[in-house]
Protein backbone atom coordinates (compact mmCIF):
# COMPACT_ATOMS: atom_id res chain seq x y z
CA UNK A 1 0.00 0.00 0.00
CA UNK A 2 1.27 3.37 -1.01
CA UNK A 3 2.62 5.58 1.79
CA UNK A 4 1.53 9.59 1.43
CA UNK A 5 3.35 11.78 3.61
CA UNK A 6 1.30 14.29 6.32
CA UNK A 7 2.57 17.58 4.11
CA UNK A 8 1.33 16.04 0.87
CA UNK A 9 -1.93 14.88 2.37
CA UNK A 10 -2.66 18.24 3.44
CA UNK A 11 -1.83 19.65 -0.12
CA UNK A 12 -4.70 17.34 -1.21
CA UNK A 13 -7.31 18.58 0.91
CA UNK A 14 -6.54 22.27 0.45
CA UNK A 15 -6.13 22.05 -2.94
CA UNK A 16 -10.03 19.63 -2.53
CA UNK A 17 -11.46 22.41 -0.37
CA UNK A 18 -10.44 25.05 -2.79
CA UNK A 19 -12.27 23.68 -5.45
CA UNK A 20 -14.79 22.96 -3.66
CA UNK A 21 -15.24 26.55 -2.48
CA UNK A 22 -14.55 27.97 -6.04
CA UNK A 23 -17.28 25.54 -7.07
CA UNK A 24 -19.72 26.86 -4.73
CA UNK A 25 -23.02 28.85 -6.04
CA UNK A 26 -24.08 32.38 -4.15
CA UNK A 27 -27.02 34.68 -3.81
CA UNK A 28 -26.55 38.10 -3.27
CA UNK A 29 -28.48 41.28 -2.96
CA UNK A 30 -28.31 44.65 -0.57
CA UNK A 31 -25.26 46.27 0.29
CA UNK A 32 -22.38 44.40 -1.30
CA UNK A 33 -18.46 44.61 -0.80
CA UNK A 34 -15.11 42.50 -0.59
CA UNK A 35 -14.62 39.01 -2.94
CA UNK A 36 -17.44 37.56 -4.77
CA UNK A 37 -15.82 34.09 -5.71
CA UNK A 38 -17.58 31.54 -7.09
CA UNK A 39 -19.01 29.42 -9.91
CA UNK A 40 -22.06 31.28 -10.29
CA UNK A 41 -23.26 34.58 -8.49
CA UNK A 42 -27.48 34.45 -8.44
CA UNK A 43 -28.50 38.29 -7.83
CA UNK A 44 -31.32 38.06 -6.47
CA UNK A 45 -32.37 41.55 -6.13
CA UNK A 46 -30.78 44.96 -6.36
CA UNK A 47 -26.96 45.20 -5.13
CA UNK A 48 -25.80 48.66 -3.74
CA UNK A 49 -21.80 48.24 -3.62
CA UNK A 50 -20.58 51.06 -1.12
CA UNK A 51 -16.87 50.26 -0.90
CA UNK A 52 -14.89 48.22 -3.04
CA UNK A 53 -16.10 44.85 -4.92
CA UNK A 54 -14.11 42.18 -6.90
CA UNK A 55 -15.41 39.49 -8.16
CA UNK A 56 -12.86 36.90 -9.66
CA UNK A 57 -11.93 35.45 -13.21
CA UNK A 58 -13.98 32.18 -13.95
CA UNK A 59 -17.44 33.66 -12.47
CA UNK A 60 -21.05 34.34 -13.74
CA UNK A 61 -22.75 36.88 -12.43
CA UNK A 62 -26.24 35.87 -12.93
CA UNK A 63 -29.31 38.24 -12.98
CA UNK A 64 -32.58 36.14 -11.82
CA UNK A 65 -34.73 39.67 -12.39
CA UNK A 66 -34.74 43.08 -13.83
CA UNK A 67 -31.94 44.12 -11.12
CA UNK A 68 -28.92 46.14 -11.39
CA UNK A 69 -25.18 46.92 -9.52
CA UNK A 70 -25.39 50.35 -8.46
CA UNK A 71 -21.98 51.06 -7.41
CA UNK A 72 -22.07 54.39 -5.36
CA UNK A 73 -20.03 57.12 -4.72
CA UNK A 74 -16.60 56.30 -3.87
CA UNK A 75 -17.11 52.42 -4.53
CA UNK A 76 -15.66 50.88 -6.87
CA UNK A 77 -16.00 47.30 -8.49
CA UNK A 78 -12.82 45.40 -9.87
CA UNK A 79 -13.44 42.63 -12.54
CA UNK A 80 -10.63 41.11 -13.77
CA UNK A 81 -10.84 37.77 -15.33
CA UNK A 82 -8.64 36.37 -17.98
CA UNK A 83 -8.80 35.33 -21.46
CA UNK A 84 -9.87 31.34 -19.90
CA UNK A 85 -11.65 32.02 -17.60
CA UNK A 86 -13.65 35.50 -18.53
CA UNK A 87 -16.47 37.11 -16.10
CA UNK A 88 -19.79 36.55 -17.67
CA UNK A 89 -22.79 39.60 -16.79
CA UNK A 90 -26.16 37.59 -18.25
CA UNK A 91 -29.60 37.12 -17.07
CA UNK A 92 -31.34 33.50 -16.03
CA UNK A 93 -34.33 34.31 -18.73
CA UNK A 94 -34.38 35.99 -21.87
CA UNK A 95 -38.04 35.43 -22.48
CA UNK A 96 -39.14 39.02 -23.26
CA UNK A 97 -36.30 40.93 -24.35
CA UNK A 98 -38.07 42.22 -27.02
CA UNK A 99 -40.33 44.60 -25.35
CA UNK A 100 -39.03 48.24 -25.34
CA UNK A 101 -41.08 49.50 -22.51
CA UNK A 102 -40.51 45.87 -20.07
CA UNK A 103 -37.86 45.19 -17.87
CA UNK A 104 -38.40 41.35 -18.95
CA UNK A 105 -35.95 39.86 -20.62
CA UNK A 106 -32.93 41.28 -19.18
CA UNK A 107 -30.99 42.90 -16.42
CA UNK A 108 -30.56 46.66 -15.53
CA UNK A 109 -26.78 46.96 -15.87
CA UNK A 110 -24.38 48.57 -13.75
CA UNK A 111 -25.08 51.81 -12.45
CA UNK A 112 -22.04 53.99 -11.24
CA UNK A 113 -22.76 57.73 -10.05
CA UNK A 114 -19.83 59.90 -8.82
CA UNK A 115 -18.05 56.23 -8.42
CA UNK A 116 -14.20 55.21 -7.77
CA UNK A 117 -11.81 53.85 -10.26
CA UNK A 118 -13.28 50.71 -11.78
CA UNK A 119 -11.67 48.20 -13.85
CA UNK A 120 -13.31 45.11 -16.01
CA UNK A 121 -11.25 43.29 -18.27
CA UNK A 122 -12.05 39.67 -19.81
CA UNK A 123 -15.80 40.65 -19.30
CA UNK A 124 -19.09 39.70 -21.13
CA UNK A 125 -21.77 42.05 -20.98
CA UNK A 126 -25.31 40.39 -22.41
CA UNK A 127 -29.08 41.11 -21.96
CA UNK A 128 -28.59 44.55 -20.24
CA UNK A 129 -31.73 46.45 -20.51
CA UNK A 130 -32.50 49.62 -19.60
CA UNK A 131 -36.46 50.40 -20.74
CA UNK A 132 -38.61 51.80 -17.84
CA UNK A 133 -39.54 55.32 -16.75
CA UNK A 134 -36.73 55.44 -14.23
CA UNK A 135 -34.22 54.15 -16.41
CA UNK A 136 -33.70 54.74 -19.93
CA UNK A 137 -30.03 55.23 -20.55
CA UNK A 138 -27.39 52.47 -20.72
CA UNK A 139 -28.50 48.94 -21.42
CA UNK A 140 -25.00 47.66 -19.83
CA UNK A 141 -23.33 50.57 -18.10
CA UNK A 142 -24.78 54.02 -17.14
CA UNK A 143 -21.54 55.89 -16.24
CA UNK A 144 -21.98 59.19 -14.84
CA UNK A 145 -19.84 62.01 -12.98
CA UNK A 146 -16.83 58.83 -12.68
CA UNK A 147 -13.27 59.50 -12.41
CA UNK A 148 -11.83 56.51 -14.28
CA UNK A 149 -13.57 53.29 -15.65
CA UNK A 150 -11.44 51.18 -17.60
CA UNK A 151 -13.37 48.55 -19.72
CA UNK A 152 -10.64 46.35 -21.88
CA UNK A 153 -11.11 43.43 -23.52
CA UNK A 154 -14.95 42.75 -22.99
CA UNK A 155 -18.25 41.77 -25.11
CA UNK A 156 -20.93 43.81 -25.24
CA UNK A 157 -23.15 41.80 -26.62
CA UNK A 158 -27.27 42.25 -27.30
CA UNK A 159 -28.04 44.82 -24.57
CA UNK A 160 -30.84 47.43 -25.13
CA UNK A 161 -31.95 51.09 -23.81
CA UNK A 162 -34.86 53.08 -24.46
CA UNK A 163 -33.25 55.98 -24.91
CA UNK A 164 -29.27 56.47 -25.10
CA UNK A 165 -26.29 54.03 -25.28
CA UNK A 166 -27.43 50.66 -26.31
CA UNK A 167 -24.63 48.99 -24.56
CA UNK A 168 -22.97 52.30 -22.94
CA UNK A 169 -23.85 55.70 -21.26
CA UNK A 170 -21.20 57.67 -20.34
CA UNK A 171 -22.32 61.53 -18.96
CA UNK A 172 -19.17 63.66 -17.65
CA UNK A 173 -16.89 60.75 -17.14
CA UNK A 174 -13.37 59.50 -18.00
CA UNK A 175 -13.81 55.83 -20.07
CA UNK A 176 -11.08 54.06 -21.59
CA UNK A 177 -11.96 51.24 -23.74
CA UNK A 178 -9.38 48.65 -25.61
CA UNK A 179 -10.00 45.52 -27.84
CA UNK A 180 -13.62 45.45 -26.92
CA UNK A 181 -16.40 43.86 -29.06
CA UNK A 182 -19.47 45.86 -29.30
CA UNK A 183 -22.21 43.88 -31.32
CA UNK A 184 -25.80 43.79 -31.54
CA UNK A 185 -26.79 46.59 -29.25
CA UNK A 186 -29.85 48.21 -29.63
CA UNK A 187 -31.74 51.69 -28.88
CA UNK A 188 -35.42 52.30 -29.06
CA UNK A 189 -36.21 54.89 -31.97
CA UNK A 190 -39.37 56.74 -32.01
CA UNK A 191 -39.96 58.44 -35.21
CA UNK A 192 -41.85 61.32 -35.55
CA UNK A 193 -45.08 61.63 -37.30
CA UNK A 194 -48.08 63.83 -37.85
CA UNK A 195 -51.67 63.97 -36.29
CA UNK A 196 -54.08 62.85 -38.84
CA UNK A 197 -55.12 65.98 -38.94
CA UNK A 198 -52.46 67.47 -41.66
CA UNK A 199 -53.48 64.48 -44.27
CA UNK A 200 -57.01 65.92 -44.58
CA UNK A 201 -57.54 67.51 -48.06
CA UNK A 202 -58.06 71.16 -47.88
CA UNK A 203 -60.19 73.30 -50.63
CA UNK A 204 -57.96 75.30 -52.73
CA UNK A 205 -61.06 78.41 -51.99
CA UNK A 206 -59.94 77.84 -48.00
CA UNK A 207 -55.98 77.60 -49.07
CA UNK A 208 -56.56 81.11 -50.80
CA UNK A 209 -58.60 82.55 -48.02
CA UNK A 210 -55.63 81.87 -45.56
CA UNK A 211 -53.40 83.17 -47.32
CA UNK A 212 -55.14 86.59 -48.43
CA UNK A 213 -56.00 87.00 -44.53
CA UNK A 214 -51.96 86.52 -43.72
CA UNK A 215 -50.62 87.73 -46.71
CA UNK A 216 -48.91 84.55 -47.47
CA UNK A 217 -47.41 83.88 -50.76
CA UNK A 218 -48.23 80.94 -52.94
CA UNK A 219 -45.32 78.07 -51.60
CA UNK A 220 -43.93 79.18 -48.21
CA UNK A 221 -42.59 76.77 -45.08
CA UNK A 222 -44.08 76.87 -41.95
CA UNK A 223 -41.35 76.31 -39.55
CA UNK A 224 -42.71 75.84 -35.48
CA UNK A 225 -39.87 75.41 -33.49
CA UNK A 226 -36.22 77.19 -33.42
CA UNK A 227 -34.07 78.12 -36.02
CA UNK A 228 -31.09 76.48 -35.48
CA UNK A 229 -28.65 75.68 -38.67
CA UNK A 230 -28.53 72.01 -37.01
CA UNK A 231 -32.39 71.44 -38.06
CA UNK A 232 -31.16 72.30 -41.94
CA UNK A 233 -33.43 74.77 -42.60
CA UNK A 234 -31.74 76.29 -45.57
CA UNK A 235 -31.87 73.10 -47.53
CA UNK A 236 -34.72 72.34 -47.28
CA UNK A 237 -35.81 76.10 -48.85
CA UNK A 238 -33.15 75.00 -51.34
CA UNK A 239 -34.98 71.84 -52.25
CA UNK A 240 -38.30 73.81 -52.68
CA UNK A 241 -36.89 75.86 -54.97
Same mark, same amino acid.
Given at each position: ?????????????????????? *??????????????? *?????? &????????? +????? @?????????? /???????? /??????????????????? &?????? $???????????????????? #?? %??????????????????????????? $?? !??? #??? %??????? @???????????????? !?? #????? #????? @?????????????????????? /???? *?????? %?????????? +???? *???
Amino acid at each position: MKKYSLATIIGLYLTMISSFSM *AQNIEVSGIQSGIWK *ADTVFV &TDNVNVQDV +LQIEA @GTTVLFKGYY /SINVEKGA /SISAIGTEDAPIVFTVTDT &TGFHLF $NSGRGGWNGIRMDKAGKSDF #DY %CTFQYGKASTDIQQRGGAFSIRNCEEV $NI !NNS #DLF %CNFSREY @GGAIYGESSTIHMDNC !NV #DENKV #DVVYQ @GCSPIFSQKVEEETKEAVRQRY /SLPS *AFMLIV %CAIEKRKNHE +LILE *AMH
